[in-house]
Every structure is written in C-alpha cells, then in structure tokens.
C-alpha cells in the first residue's frame, strides 16, 4: 500500500485578477522510505501541493478538488484537530527560509520541546533534554549551549538544522522538503543535504523533496515528477527520467544544465519564452506556447499517459 497518494488535487487561489491555478489535477503516490523529487521552475506549484498534504493553504487560497490519503486516512476530510495531531507527528515540514518559519522570541530548543510536549506528551524537562539530544544528531555544536540561543544567534545552516531537528523529532513518517537548501551557501547546501539522506535511510522515512536543482534531485531522489504551469509533465524513476527524458520540458531543463568540460564561458541553453500566468493559461497543451515541436494535436490539452513502464508524460507527441 502506497504511504502517500494524491489523487485529481486542485488547489486554486481567488484573486481579483482572476482564479489562479497553482495545482491543476495533480495524482502523485509515494511508497514508504521513497524520496520522490518534485521539479520545475519557481511559481509551477510545487510549494502549494507540499502545503496542500498538510492542508495548510493560505488565504485566499482553496483546495476546491481531489483527495489526499495518507496512511490509509484521507487528510482532507480528517477534523481540523485530528489533522493537527498528524502535522509535526506523522507529517513533518521542512521549510525553504527557516528565519520566517521559527519564532523570532523563543529559544530553539523551547520550540523543538513544543513538538514533543504536544505530540509525545513529555514534560518540559524531558523534552528539552530531548532537544539537546535532537540538536547534537544533527551536527550543531555545543548543542547543550545552543538549546537556549534564540534563532538570530545561529547561522543559516544551523538554523536550517534546528528545522530538520524539530521535523525528525516525532519520527515521522513523510517529510516535505521545501527548497531546504536554498538560502545556504554551496558547501553549507552539501553538508545538510548530506544530514538530509542520511536521516532518511537511517530512520526509513518516506520524503518529498521539493526543488528546481536537478543535480539534487539526481543525487537524492528515487523518483522524480516534473511540474509545470500546476500540472505534472513527466513522472518516471530517476535513473530512467534522467537517461530518457521525453517531455519537451523535461529535455529543455536538462539541456540548461552546465555540462562537465565546456568551456566556463560556453553559453547555457535556455527555454524559449516565459511560464504562462496561472490566471491566464493557454489552451490546450500548456507548454505549447514554448514548444518547438507543436502541432495542431497540442490544441487540445493532452493526458499524462504511461508511455513506459512507470514512465508517465503529458505530451503528444513523446515517443
């Protein structure tokens, strides 16, 4: 039984400009102890479908369609309190900018504690103790000292460690991985992605890593599945997606990446033109506007078809 399956999920925001569509029938399943990478570029959905499994969409935002079962319960009809006894517990967050996502006036180890209070039922003290012990697991020095430091006190990376300490201190069985390496530098991205797959195999965690850097996806995930305008492309094994891509904007974003050996001032391939407005998609095949291999079949809006085995793609003219 799959740990994680969305099934038809949409989830629109009601603007005055319009209705946005950040996720537009999107079906995705995730196997327990799976990493499955979710890609594209910034503004595809990616953020709201992570948001969406926990139901925590912001306003004006809505999930107006589909279903999220999880653990063989369906998230979206569960009571608002049984829900909050998921998040944190069964279903943990890691967020993309962590100064936002902890609170600025209490300590570290006071909000990692918070988690095991209201989910584990541990007294305060023994939570913080745990919390000492959660903060040196991931690599934070003198975690005995850091424990009472407040969030501004701490590096990025340290205060990106102290989210993934609070997101493993329940054992969860899914983490949403939200661009967790993004505003950290190149060898601080290396040693949290490292922690990240380490902690995963270690305690048998089903992960979605959510981000638009394909070499992270390559490295961590087991499966990948391709975003665009709301609407999942392409979906296939990683080792098969990466050796066979087959949507046209699959191939465009694996040709954007910089090839060993070219010359540091070889020019890096791009895809023509920009991501449509979700307010104001084009008809038929999304990606149409951008594609140079159109026709008139993309006038109408293809199905994500199985064209392999476990290889899915929304496009017509994929062989």
């Not at 989210?163 to 950290?184: G, N, Q, R, V, Y």
């Not at 380490?198 to 975003?227: C, K, N, S, Y």
């Not at 026709?295 to 899915?312: D, F, M, N, S």
Request: charged share 20%; proline share 7%.
């Amino acid at each position: 039984m799959d740990l994680l399956d969305i099934a038809d999920l949409s989830t629109h925001f009601f603007t005055r400009s319009g209705v946005i569509k950040a996720v537009d029938h999107l079906s995705l399943k995730l196997r327990k102890g799976r990493v499955l990478g979710l890609v594209g570029e910034s503004g595809c959905g990616k953020t709201v479908t992570a948001l969406s499994i926990l139901n925590l969409v912001p306003p004006p935002g809505k999930i107006v369609a589909g279903g999220i079962s999880f653990e063989g319960m369906d998230l979206l009809r569960l009571p608002p309190g049984e829900l909050r006894k998921i998040r944190g517990a069964r279903i943990s967050m890691i967020f993309q900018e962590p100064m936002t996502a902890l609170n600025p006036v209490f300590t570290v180890g006071h909000q990692i504690a918070e988690v095991l209070t209201t989910h584990l039922g541990m007294t305060k003290q023994d939570a913080l103790h745990r919390a000492v012990e959660l903060l040196r697991s991931v690599g934070i020095p003198a975690p005995e000292k850091r424990v009472h430091e407040y969030p501004h006190q701490l590096s990025g990376g340290m205060r990106q460690r102290v989210m993934i300490a609070m997101a493993i201190a329940c054992k969860p069985s899914l983490i949403l991985a939200d661009e967790p390496t993004t505003a950290l530098d190149v060898t601080i991205q290396a040693h949290i992605l490292e922690l990240l797959g380490r902690i995963q195999a270690e305690m048998g965690m089903a992960m979605v890593l959510v981000t638009h850097d394909l070499g992270l996806i390559a490295e961590r995930a087991h499966e990948v599945a391709v975003m665009y305008a709301g609407r999942i492309v392409e979906q296939a094994d990683t080792v098969e997606l990466f050796a066979n891509p087959l949507h046209p904007y699959t191939k465009g974003l694996m040709a954007s990446i910089p090839k060993p050996g070219e010359a540091r001032r070889a020019r890096l391939r791009t895809i023509a033109g920009t991501v449509p407005k979700l307010n104001d998609l084009p008809a038929g095949c999304k990606f149409s506007p951008r594609c140079d291999i159109k026709t008139e079949r993309c006038e109408a809006e293809p199905e994500l078809a199985e064209v392999g085995p476990g290889h899915l793609v929304r496009c017509w003219e994929a062989k």
